[in-house]
């Protein structure tokens, strides 16, 4: 009898089913373990979470604290406003793809110095497009927020509007993108329910200076991996927004700590995953939809429009065993679930757990 064929190292089997790459992908994502209600999260719980997953989309306050929920990393979403207002331990500001996302405190300069230039080309296009003038208007928003701040977008567009210079509609949100691709300004606390703009040399601690563009790629390589591996060259690329090469430089610089599924990449030594997953209803533009080119593996083809009917929107989706198996949302303060078939029992009563558990996180 032959003996087994031996794999070399950094090699492992090709992913054998959907299902298998839908587990590992939903291990990286921390949503193998159930909400935390009791006992209280500790202090660190979202931060650590956001750092796992390097960046969260954050275009959607309420999104970012259900995609947390979702994680177990925080009991309340008043544990989100604590990391973003107390401890300062959260940021948010226009980094990956030219999107807000929230990230760790720690990894904004870093991030920053990698997307900056893709941030600011973008909105000076979207700006000439719109007719901002970010040359009259963006010392009118330091200004506020020198001798005022932290302030939230409300307040900042009626002290441009003061001066007279446009900043209706998109005009505004791209300006205060502008400044934040300048290093101007950043996303911090939470005031009466508001995020505010603060000025980033008064929000943040003078920092180090970030590491150097290779070492910076390789980490930005090594921390995608961490909470989205298994993963392709391509898809680190679309997630972070930066040209292929960029993510090749990366992850050639990591290549030690890799192991290759066909074009398929992960970190080595992963713990093992459940052969099962738990029931989970995920927030709007959560990131298991949006950390690869090809979100196939987790919704299926004939229900991809119910998740994603196009305009830049992903909608909240209930997910049992990783398989987008519904949307639902929250009507006159109750979570509605529209299934896509009719749900096995313990699924749906899992569901029930997941609605009342959103309940008791928002309230």
Same mark, same amino acid.
């Given at each position: 009898?032959?003996?087994?064929?031996?794999?070399?190292?950094?090699?492992?089997?090709?992913?054998?089913?959907?299902?298998?790459?839908?587990?590992?992908?939903?291990?990286?994502?921390?949503?193998?373990?159930?909400?935390?209600?009791?006992?209280?999260?500790?202090?660190?719980?979202?931060?650590?979470?956001?750092?796992?997953?390097?960046?969260?989309?954050?275009?959607?306050?309420?999104?970012?604290?259900?995609?947390?929920?979702?994680?177990?990393?925080?009991?309340?979403?008043?544990?989100?406003?604590?990391?973003?207002?107390?401890?300062?331990?959260?940021?948010?500001?226009?980094?990956?793809?030219?999107?807000?996302?929230?990230?760790?405190?720690?990894?904004?300069?870093?991030?920053?110095?990698? $997307?900056?230039?893709?941030?600011?080309? $973008?909105?000076?296009?979207?700006?000439?497009?719109?007719?901002?003038?970010?040359?009259?208007?963006?010392?009118? !928003?330091?200004?506020?927020?020198?001798?005022?701040?932290?302030?939230?977008?409300?307040?900042?567009?009626?002290?441009?509007?003061? $001066?007279?210079?446009?900043?209706?509609?998109?005009?505004?949100?791209?300006?205060?993108?502008?400044?934040?691709?300048?290093?101007?300004?950043?996303?911090?606390?939470?005031?009466?329910?508001?995020?505010?703009?603060?000025?980033?040399?008064?929000?943040?601690?003078?920092?180090?200076?970030?590491?150097?563009?290779?070492?910076?790629?390789?980490?930005?390589?090594?921390?995608?991996?961490?909470?989205?591996?298994?993963?392709?060259?391509?898809?680190?690329?679309?997630?972070?927004?930066?040209?292929?090469?960029?993510?090749?430089?990366?992850?050639?610089? !990591?290549?030690?700590?890799?192991?290759?599924?066909?074009?398929?990449?992960?970190? !080595?030594?992963?713990?093992?995953?459940?052969?099962?997953?738990?029931?989970?209803?995920?927030?709007?533009?959560?990131?298991?939809?949006?950390?690869?080119?090809?979100?196939?593996?987790?919704?299926?083809?004939?229900?991809?429009?119910?998740?994603?009917?196009?305009?830049?929107?992903?909608?909240? $989706?209930?997910?049992?065993?990783?398989?987008?198996?519904?949307?639902?949302?929250?009507?006159?303060?109750?979570?509605?679930?529209?299934?896509?078939?009719?749900?096995?029992?313990?699924?749906?009563?899992?569901?029930?757990?997941?609605?009342?558990? !959103?309940?008791?996180?928002?309230?």
């Amino acid at each position: 009898m032959p003996a087994p064929a031996r794999r070399r190292p950094g090699t492992r089997p090709s992913v054998a089913a959907p299902a298998d790459l839908r587990r590992r992908r939903a291990a990286a994502q921390l949503l193998t373990a159930g909400p935390r209600s009791d006992p209280p999260a500790p202090p660190d719980g979202p931060a650590n979470a956001v750092s796992h997953l390097l960046a969260v989309q954050a275009q959607d306050p309420r999104a970012v604290r259900l995609a947390l929920r979702a994680r177990g990393a925080a009991r309340h979403e008043a544990e989100v406003d604590a990391a973003l207002t107390i401890d300062r331990s959260l940021v948010a500001g226009w980094l990956l793809r030219g999107t807000l996302h929230l990230v760790a405190r720690e990894d904004y300069a870093w991030l920053h110095a990698l $997307t900056a230039s893709l941030s600011a080309a $973008t909105t000076r296009r979207r700006l000439g497009q719109l007719g901002g003038d970010p040359e009259r208007a963006v010392p009118v !928003i330091l200004r506020a927020l020198a001798d005022d701040g932290p302030l939230p977008r409300a307040a900042l567009a009626e002290r441009v509007a003061a $001066t007279g210079i446009h900043a209706e509609g998109q005009v505004l949100p791209h300006l205060l993108a502008h400044a934040a691709a300048a290093g101007e300004v950043v996303l911090g606390p939470v005031r009466d329910g508001a995020q505010c703009f603060v000025l980033t040399r008064d929000w943040l601690d003078a920092a180090e200076r970030p590491p150097g563009r290779d070492a910076a790629l390789a980490e930005l390589a090594r921390r995608y991996l961490r909470g989205h591996g298994p993963a392709t060259e391509a898809d680190l690329a679309t997630w972070s927004g930066l040209p292929l090469r960029d993510a090749r430089a990366g992850l050639a610089a !990591i290549t030690a700590e890799l192991e290759h599924e066909g074009a398929l990449l992960d970190l !080595i030594r992963r713990p093992p995953v459940p052969k099962r997953l738990p029931p989970r209803l995920l927030g709007a533009f959560d990131p298991y939809l949006l950390g690869w080119c090809d979100r196939g593996f987790a919704v299926a083809p004939e229900h991809a429009r119910r998740v994603h009917p196009g305009g830049g929107i992903l909608r909240a $989706t209930a997910l049992a065993n990783g398989r987008a198996v519904g949307t639902w949302a929250r009507r006159r303060g109750k979570v509605v679930l529209e299934p896509f078939e009719p749900l096995p029992d313990r699924v749906a009563a899992a569901f029930q757990r997941e609605a009342r558990d !959103i309940a008791r996180f928002e309230a």
